[in-house]
């Protein structure tokens, strides 16, 4: 064999090797990791709303900022709020002194008082009424009797019977006012049980007053940045209307799209490996969190039909939402929402079936 034999052999020799050794490789990866660059940096993006309508007084925060929870970002005129919790505070001591709530008797537990006394007056009369019906009863028996023994004139019978009509009737007057005071204490304790209800209506309206002059101030709810400010000072804003936006700075997670192809081999609480495009060096440790029910077709405006027509086949991707571990601080403010990233999940080709 000549020596130009012997180098192209030793040549195709050691291609073929490599070929081989990156092929195991490639199949040795293959088979142990997933990974798709069809994924994003997503996080909770906050839209921020006037909670109220008015004149707005004070900005001062500006886009691209970062805020921490309790911050102010803006302030809306208080003095309308202001007037008006002072209107409704008064108007429930009005009802509260009104109703006797308020230390002192008020006219209400007078009326009540007075109709419960106005009550056992009548009361005490009817039993004294009825008494003395029940004593002419029987004194009127007893001169019916005598008139017809003719040991009583008829004139003591008639004065006998005249007394028992005159307390019967007395007896009637004083059941009926026995009876309108009873309604009348109902009456006024039925006041007094409204006036309880306008009460707890005026103080549900002091509460809200409260909390509106609370909401002139809208402070941040989070550690966050601000984005998209929609606001100046001296600006009417409506309750309802977007202002501004926030974007959570601890709170981010990668939204990766696999093959359906693949995420049969994706499990909850699988090891991820994450890239970023804007930070190539640097790899952030992740697990899977979820994975999503359906393959993004489905939630498409309009979702591909194929029972009509020709066929033709697409791989389908299926959204995995994986939770990034330990993110230093300093990425935390530069790392965004939106952002391409590069996910590789570990996930040995013998997991078995997903679900």
């Given at each position: 064999m000549t020596k130009g034999k012997l180098i192209k052999l030793t040549l195709c020799a050691v291609v073929v090797g490599g070929l081989l050794i990156l092929g195991w490789q490639r199949w040795q990866y293959s088979s142990t990791y997933v990974s798709t660059d069809n994924a994003e940096l997503d996080g909770v993006i906050i839209p921020v709303r006037a909670k109220l309508?008015?004149?707005?007084?004070?900005?001062?925060?500006?886009?691209?900022?970062?805020?921490?929870s309790g911050d102010l970002l803006f302030q809306i005129r208080d003095s309308e709020y202001r007037y008006q919790l002072q209107q409704r505070e008064a108007q429930w001591q009005a009802l509260l002194a009104a109703a006797g709530r308020a230390g002192v008797p008020g006219a209400l537990d007078s009326q009540v008082l007075g109709a419960v006394a106005m009550r056992e007056a009548a009361q005490a009369a009817l039993a004294q009424a009825s008494a003395?019906?029940?004593?002419?009863?029987?004194?009127?028996?007893?001169?019916?009797?005598?008139?017809?023994?003719?040991?009583?004139?008829?004139?003591?019978?008639?004065?006998?019977?005249?007394?028992?009509?005159a307390l019967s009737h007395a007896q009637e007057v004083a059941r009926k006012?026995?009876?309108?005071?009873?309604?009348?204490?109902?009456a006024?304790?039925?006041?007094?049980?409204?006036?309880?209800?306008?009460?707890?209506?005026?103080?549900?309206?002091?509460?809200?007053?409260?909390?509106?002059?609370?909401?002139?101030?809208?402070?941040?709810p989070m550690r966050s940045i601000v984005s998209k400010k929609e606001v100046e000072p001296g600006q009417f804003v409506v309750a309802?209307?977007?202002?501004?936006?926030?974007?959570?700075?601890?709170?981010?997670?990668?939204?990766?799209?696999?093959?359906?192809?693949?995420?049969?081999?994706?499990?909850?609480g699988q090891n991820a490996r994450?890239?970023?495009?804007?930070?190539?060096?640097?790899?952030?440790?992740?697990v899977v969190e979820s994975l999503a029910p359906a393959t993004g077709a489905?939630?498409?405006?309009?979702?591909?039909e194929n029972a009509t027509g020709n066929f033709?086949?697409?791989?389908?991707?299926?959204?995995?939402?994986?939770?990034?571990?330990?993110v230093p601080d300093d990425y935390k403010l530069l790392l965004s929402p939106g952002m391409s990233a590069f996910v590789e999940v570990a996930a040995p080709d013998d997991t078995g079936q997903t679900l």
């Open positions: 309508s008015g004149v707005v007084i004070s900005v001062p925060v500006v886009d691209n900022v970062r805020v921490q003395n019906l029940e004593q002419a009863r029987n004194d009127y028996q007893r001169a019916r009797r005598l008139g017809a023994q003719g040991a009583l004139s008829t004139q003591d019978l008639e004065v006998a019977k005249a007394r028992f009509d006012n026995a009876q309108a005071a009873a309604q009348s204490t109902l006024n304790k039925a006041e007094l049980k409204v006036q309880d209800y306008r009460i707890a209506a005026a103080q549900a309206e002091l509460e809200q007053s409260r909390i509106q002059l609370d909401d002139t101030r809208q402070t941040a309802g209307q977007k202002l501004m936006s926030l974007i959570a700075t601890d709170a981010l997670w990668i939204t990766a799209n696999f093959k359906e192809t693949q995420v049969g081999r994706v499990r909850v994450v890239t970023v495009d804007a930070f190539p060096g640097h790899a952030f440790n992740g489905k939630f498409s405006l309009l979702p591909q033709t086949k697409v791989v389908q991707r299926v959204q995995v939402r994986i939770a990034l571990n330990d």
